[in-house]
């Protein structure tokens, strides 16, 4: 029970060891005699920034790999503020995509991943605005938590703690940095946090500066410096050319790279700590003497790197297992194996613990041992059961014995002790029963609702609810459970179910933790991974982003309920605020195999005449228990299928809206729902292809609108933009969304020039000032007013324009606290018969959300002149 308990710590506090689904990893043999060299190195560095791609990713490839340092990236958000290039999602959803990036990136560069719980709520101008939405205090508590957790050495930050980071969450970043490098080593700072860790100081804390950051002609031969460009012949790749392939993970922001090689200098200046004058870790003893007994290790270690055959790494075992068996017997770590709580308390045991798992990772290398737990579908639901494929295969000339496998509360001996010799298999089906209250695989940030500022974390999340009175007899018990504090600063939640096999090599037991996966072909990208999925018994899609009503007519709301299990009956219904109706007001389903699908549609309706607002929320009910999620797959090529169980709810809203015009022609650019918004007003909106731009098409159309970032992504505009503006001398109109001012696919983007620029009002709700309040985009033919910019969420508007032709005419003027008015939200250029318009109010988050007022502007924009 002891050394279960044991195992059960480590699960807690190595991070990852239950991920979710990616490739199994396959070691070559300079992987291995890399990793042979960093089991004797005893270093840690932590690097600290803001969001996903703010890390420098050259910087770590070249500690985690050339310098051989325990090596993370602790980035304050997940990126859920920021803008998509590759689809749709924005948000939270946004966020997950770039959490799986981030670790894509990670699992390139060598680093490791963490987080705090700060949203990223949307650029930020200042530190002081920064803090007013973040919980400063939960913010550096999770900071804090992590630097006790990996006892970094060294703390390095991104930016400086001023404006020069250009960004209000950059500064806070630095300035939460500062404030961490003091607090991790005071007792008397989270003290909640020390029933798991020590106080830890890190020596110092340094910024990475560069050329971005000082002035023009300032010299840097006064920062302390390193070259990280130089070129690992393990890897066969020079630090640069490892950093572009990470830093282009980041395809959600159109990050991807060219690789670099030769010298490149990285620059620092101390912050705080102790000052270096040559290196970064001066000072600091990396070598098993940091470890009581441990020089013995260190001998043990050079012995195996000394003998290691890359033509037979198997033949380095013997010696691995005598290191493990090294490692175990220093007293932190065998004390902990008898239960002894406190010998987690030591200094050197992070340490012990970490190399342990280096040690048993190079053994299964070295061993060739393939370890691999599928299930024969992707999802399963809480009180069903999971067939599993467990598989172990020696591709090695040593022998090796799986004694026992086990998971989810319950353990399971293979048939006998199985002997494997090389080349030979072992594959055993577990039928894994799970508890009917056992959770769905939401990622553990969203599973309770958080606020603008931050992430909720839940008290705590149970893994593997299985009913283990199915296999033992016994009482039914979550066999690993994970509290607030130790869910805090994780990249992602550990996989729903996972697998252990007790893998006896040399007469020494290891235990190898896999996740499940699902496995498939795919016959043009081959054989994928994704997460086994826990789902609920029936999940809720509602057919619309947000409902919106420009009149007391009914719109159609289609629901689709989907089954998680064979034989879901019940009922579903809308709940519906004051003021609203639905038919019918319920209707029942009866789906009679997993995976089965119906949809059920009410037609709903306002009963008032004023405008309102308010939020309908799907709800089914199976066995006396109701369900309000939905089901969302995220599927990209570059990262693990994801899938999101969000609330079946949507916006409902009554809105004074007239409109002029019928048929939209809509060229999405980088992806946003603004077409299905349009549709919800009433607008025949058409979907089209860079094909379709020709002069007789373009001619039904009453307006057409060129999505977000379009001339960021679609090339071809640059031959199709004749075309488009001679729709518009014709007496079309054409509405440009925001374009990012870098990277566009031609200079100018308009019938006249302008100049886009980073100009951005950050502050929703910021007054508006109608600079030419009789122009008809103002007035026709809905009356805009000071309340169509009320209700506004996370920016009114970004990617401004700087300079423009006199031609364009400014309608709007709008600014933050403390600077200067914007006056090119929105500009209008008469051009032949029609209009040209450019804006970078952010319609794609605000038609979503429902707001009305953006929705009776973009449609005086649509029917401008009409």
């Known amino acids: 029970m002891r050394l279960h308990n044991f195992r059960a710590a480590v699960l807690l506090l190595l991070l990852p060891l239950l991920t979710h689904a990616q490739t199994p990893k396959h070691y070559t043999s300079a992987d291995i005699a890399l990793g042979l060299?960093?089991?004797?190195?005893?270093?840690?560095?932590?690097?600290?920034?803001?969001?996903?791609?703010?890390?420098?990713?050259?910087?770590i490839a070249y500690m985690a790999n050339g310098r051989l340092l325990e090596t993370g990236y602790l980035a304050c958000t997940r990126g859920d503020g920021g803008q998509n290039l590759i689809g749709p999602e924005i948000r939270e959803q946004l966020g997950v995509i770039r959490t799986q990036e981030l670790l894509a990136a990670r699992r390139t560069d060598g680093g490791r991943q963490f987080f705090t719980r700060a949203n990223d709520f949307g650029f930020s101008k200042t530190a002081e605005e920064t803090f007013t939405i973040w919980d400063k205090e939960q913010v550096l508590a999770d900071m804090v938590w992590v630097i006790r957790q990996r006892r970094p050495d060294v703390l390095i930050t991104r930016f400086p703690p001023d404006a020069r980071a250009g960004h209000g969450h950059h500064t806070a970043s630095a300035i939460l940095a500062a404030e961490a490098f003091d607090a991790a080593g005071d007792p008397k700072r989270f003290p909640e946090q020390l029933k798991y860790v020590q106080a830890w100081q890190p020596k110092r804390l340094l910024w990475n500066t560069g050329s971005f950051f000082v002035k023009p002609g300032e010299s840097m031969t006064g920062y302390l410096s390193l070259d990280a460009g130089g070129y690992n012949a393990f890897l066969g790749q020079s630090y640069g050319e490892i950093a572009a392939t990470s830093r282009s993970n980041h395809k959600s922001q159109g990050f991807g790279s060219a690789a670099t090689r030769g010298e490149a200098l990285e620059y620092f200046q101390p912050v705080k700590g102790e000052k270096a004058a040559k290196d970064p870790f001066e000072g600091v003893d990396m070598t098993w003497n940091r470890v009581p007994g441990g020089v013995a290790v260190g001998k043990l270690i050079d012995d195996v790197i000394k003998k290691y055959d890359p033509a037979n790494p198997s033949a380095s075992v013997a010696g691995l297992v005598k290191v493990r068996a090294a490692l175990s017997n220093l007293p932190a770590l065998r004390a902990a194996k008898q239960g002894d709580k406190n010998a987690q308390q030591r200094p050197e045991y992070f340490w012990l613990l970490t190399k342990?798992?280096?040690?048993?990772?190079?053994?299964?290398?070295?061993?060739?041992?393939?370890?691999?737990?599928?299930?024969?579908?992707?999802?399963?639901?809480?009180?069903?059961?999971?067939?599993?494929?467990?598989?172990?295969?020696?591709?090695?000339a040593s022998s090796v014995a799986v004694r026992q496998v086990w998971a989810e509360g319950f353990s399971q001996a293979a048939p006998e002790t199985k002997e494997l010799k090389q080349g030979q298999t072992l594959r055993l089906t577990l039928q894994l029963p799970l508890s009917t209250n056992s959770p769905v695989s939401q990622p553990y940030w969203l599973v309770e609702p958080g606020t603008v500022g931050m992430y909720a974390v839940p008290a705590k999340l149970a893994l593997d609810q299985a009913d283990s009175t199915a296999r033992t007899g016994g009482s039914s018990k979550q066999w690993l459970t994970i509290n607030r504090q130790n869910l805090i600063g994780r990249p992602e939640s550990p996989a729903s179910i996972g697998v252990t096999l007790e893998v006896v090599t040399?007469?020494?037991?290891?235990?190898?933790?896999?996740?499940?996966?699902?496995?498939?072909?795919?016959?043009?990208?081959?054989?994928?991974?994704?997460?086994?999925?826990?789902?609920?018994?029936v999940a809720v899609n509602i057919g619309g982003k947000a409902y919106v009503f420009s009149e007391n007519q009914p719109k159609t709301v289609p629901v689709t309920v989907r089954a998680g299990r064979d034989g879901v009956r019940g009922t579903l219904a809308l709940a519906l605020p004051a003021g609203w109706k639905s038919e019918p007001a319920s209707a029942s389903f009866d789906l009679g195999t997993k995976d089965q699908e119906r949809t059920i549609q009410f037609q709903v309706q306002p009963t008032g005449s004023q405008e309102s607002a308010g939020q309908l929320r799907a709800v089914a009910t199976v066995d006396g228990q109701q369900y309000s999620r939905g089901i969302q797959t995220i599927a990209y090529n570059h990262i693990p299928t994801q899938t999101l169980f969000p609330e079946a709810v949507a916006p409902l809203v009554k809105v004074d809206l007239k409109r002029k015009g019928q048929q939209i022609g809509y060229l999405m650019g980088a992806g946003d729902e603004v077409p299905d918004a349009l549709r919800q007003v009433g607008y025949t909106v058409t979907l089209l292809k860079e094909?379709?731009?020709?002069?007789?098409?373009?001619?039904?159309?009453?307006?057409?609108?060129?999505?977000?970032?379009?001339?960021?992504v679609l090339d071809r505009l640059k031959v199709l933009q004749p075309i488009l503006l001679d729709y518009v001398k014709d007496g079309g109109n054409l509405v440009v969304e925001y374009v990012v001012n870098r990277g566009t696919v031609m200079p100018q983007i308009g019938p006249y020039p302008f100049t886009l620029s980073t100009d951005r009002v950050t502050v929703e709700n910021a007054p508006v000032t109608f600079l030419k309040p009789q122009h008809p985009l103002l007035n026709a033919p809905n009356k805009i007013s000071a309340k169509d910019f009320e209700g506004w969420v996370q920016e009114q508007g970004l990617y401004y324009p700087s300079q423009w032709d006199e031609k364009y005419q400014t309608i709007i003027s709008s600014h933050d606290p403390n600077e200067k008015p914007k006056e090119s939200a929105?500009?209008?250029?008469?051009?032949?018969?029609?209009?040209?318009?450019?804006?970078?109010?952010?319609?794609?988050?605000e038609l979503p959300a429902g707001v009305p007022g953006a929705y009776r502007l973009l449609t005086n924009m649509i029917s401008l002149g009409k």
Do not use: W
Not at 357 to 372: F, R
């Open 37 to 59: 060299r960093k089991l004797n190195v005893l270093g840690s560095v932590l690097y600290i920034a803001a969001h996903p791609d703010d890390e420098n990713t050259r910087l």
């Open 356 to 396: 342990e798992q280096q040690t048993e990772q190079l053994i299964q290398a070295c061993l060739g041992l393939y370890l691999e737990a599928t299930a024969t579908t992707a999802t399963v639901a809480p009180g069903q059961t999971a067939t599993i494929t467990v598989e172990a295969i020696n591709q090695s």
């Open 506 to 537: 040399q007469g020494i037991s290891t235990y190898y933790t896999v996740p499940v996966q699902y496995k498939h072909t795919d016959p043009v990208q081959g054989e994928l991974y994704q997460p086994l999925t826990v789902v609920p018994t």
């Open 691 to 712: 094909t379709d731009i020709t002069p007789e098409n373009l001619r039904r159309f009453d307006a057409v609108l060129l999505g977000v970032r379009a001339y960021n």
């Open 826 to 845: 929105i500009l209008v250029a008469d051009y032949g018969k029609g209009h040209y318009i450019y804006t970078g109010l952010s319609f794609f988050r």
